[in-house]
Nanobody, 125 residues
Framework: QVQLVESGGGLVQAGGSLRLSCAAS????????MGWFRQCPGKEREFVAA????????TYADSMKGRFTISRDNAKNTVYLQMNSLKIEDTAVYYC??????????????????WGQGTQVTVSS
């Protein structure tokens, strides 16, 4: 059974940085894509970034490109989301997700099957 456990959320001032972690377990993830999503207060959940476990190819939401970086550590079975230059509007619950993906293209933005419990990120002024 796939298990995803996020950590690293918290309170940070605008302009600051945070690194979220997602520890994955339960199977071999070499043919999986891993994604980060977020749900801001009063809004729908939205895609943030994704990475292919094999090869490391990435995809970003346009609004996060340049500020957020997704990466993975194969040895630790962990995916990271480095968030820099945080804005008040980045306040959200951030979720890690996984899906099987054996295609050749960039990791997908949709149809993720496995989800973590989420970690709260609050950006203050």
């Amino acid at each position: 059974q796939v298990q995803l456990v996020e950590s690293g959320g918290g309170l940070v001032q605008a302009g600051g940085s945070l690194r979220l972690s997602c520890a994955a377990s339960g199977r071999t993830f070499s043919s999986y894509a891993m994604g980060w999503f977020r749900q801001c207060p009063g809004k729908e959940r939205e895609f943030v970034a994704a990475i292919r476990w094999s090869g490391g190819r990435t995809t970003y939401a346009d609004s996060m490109k340049g500020r957020f970086t997704i990466s993975r550590d194969n040895a630790k079975n962990t995916v990271y989301l480095q968030m820099n230059s945080l804005k008040i509007e980045d306040t959200a619950v951030y979720y890690c997700a996984a899906r099987f993906y054996s295609g050749w293209g960039p990791p997908p933005r949709y149809e993720y099957d496995y989800w973590g419990q989420g970690t709260q990120v609050t950006v203050s002024s």
